[in-house]
């Protein structure tokens, strides 16, 4: 699977391969897509859930939607669900391939990848359903990338917690890091940025815990909290590429969904890409 770097390297490989043609700018002001999750307030760009579960039971996203103000094109739908133990968990999305738009790159009991239209990924996500099996600790991750130029994603993490006789139960868990304004430089909340050094918020943590920043799984930055949020910063982050950030607490093999930033000093001026110069 490519990650978020290597999808902004190949658009630009792409760009340059226009040459003298690439006579138009390319704006650069692209929003990132966000999840409504019914009972988390506003749509959100990352949030990381612990729900409980009922062995031999499903759980259904009913109400949950995928929102981009600006999306022009087909959006990439990833779902990964990672069973904890010797439980066969399944993910389906029902008549997925005989949807509008879509394009099916991968269906299996636990992977689903398409592309399709936003208006088709809104009206897929509420009929995911996941089925538990026996007692284990499940991890489902739901990401979707607009794969404009750059590409941002927003990201849910899920952890279920399957066991026989379990009540139903959901709250939000790991907080996602937040790009902080100051950090910015480009459109409010856009997490487009020609910041050299990133510092991001962490909530809901507590007085004595060791987080770990992660950039596309790797640690960059690790920090002990002295409150119940803390400020974490990336110091160098790689110039054009788009960073997906997350969080550990304590050195927990899991951590936060994702939270996607593209740095692209050097790349952009005033909102809009330079073409290459003729040969």
Known sequence: MLTTTRRLASSLALLALLGASAAVAQPTLNVAPRILVPGFGAPVRALTLCRDVPAASQVAFTGWSVLDPDATGDVLVRIDLEPG?????TIQIPNLAGRPGVTIIRVLPERIRFTAPLSTAAAALPDLVYNATVAQLDVLDIGIDDQQLPPLTTDVRLFFNVAPGLPPA???CKPPPDLLPASDTGVPDDDITEALSLD????GVTIGDLVTLLDDDVPVAEQVATATTLTI?????AVGATHLYSVTVNGAVDGSAGWSVAVLNGLFVDGFEDPPPPP
């Open 85 to 89: 133990g010797a439980g066969a968990s």
């Open 170 to 172: 959901v709250a939000a």
């Open 200 to 203: 991001l918020a962490v909530s």
């Open 233 to 237: 910063t990336d110091p160098a982050p």
